[in-house]
């Protein structure tokens, strides 16, 4: 019913930035929170970023290096990457919380398929 599709992974060198985003498309009556989470191997999901309204939240390591922005107007949200370090190596996902347009306007979560972000030189 709803798709995330994101864009913007790759290779980049210590130090280096990156662009992420995602756009959110389908039966979707409204998004409320909507937010980067991110996995390296053998490791856990971690949240990296969310925004919901106006308000933001980072994960400490990404503090003042990662910003998260939205465009409520087309379903999109954009992480910009800043001096990236080796330790953020990871795959990045997407995720909504999406109110759908369904009689009763239920809400449910949608998750992206995932882009990779390697910082090596």
């Known amino acids: 019913q709803v798709q995330l599709v994101e864009s913007g992974g790759g290779l980049v060198q210590p130090g280096g930035s990156l662009r992420l985003s995602c756009a959110a498309s389908?039966?979707?009556?409204?998004?409320?929170?909507m937010g980067w989470y991110r996995q390296a191997p053998g490791k856990q999901r971690e949240l990296v970023a969310t925004?919901?309204?106006?308000?933001?939240n980072y994960a400490d390591s990404v503090k003042g290096r990662f910003t998260i922005s939205r465009d409520n107007a087309k379903n999109t949200v954009s992480l910009q990457m800043n001096s990236l370090k080796p330790e953020d190596t990871a795959v990045y996902s997407c995720?909504?919380?999406?109110?759908?347009?369904?009689?009763?306007?239920?809400?449910?979560?949608?998750w992206g398929q995932g882009t990779q972000v390697t910082v090596s030189s």
């Open positions: 925004i919901s309204g106006g308000s933001t």
């Open positions: 389908g039966n979707i009556f409204s998004i409320n929170a």
């Open positions: 995720n909504a919380d999406v109110v759908l347009k369904n009689w009763g306007r239920p809400r449910s979560t949608y």
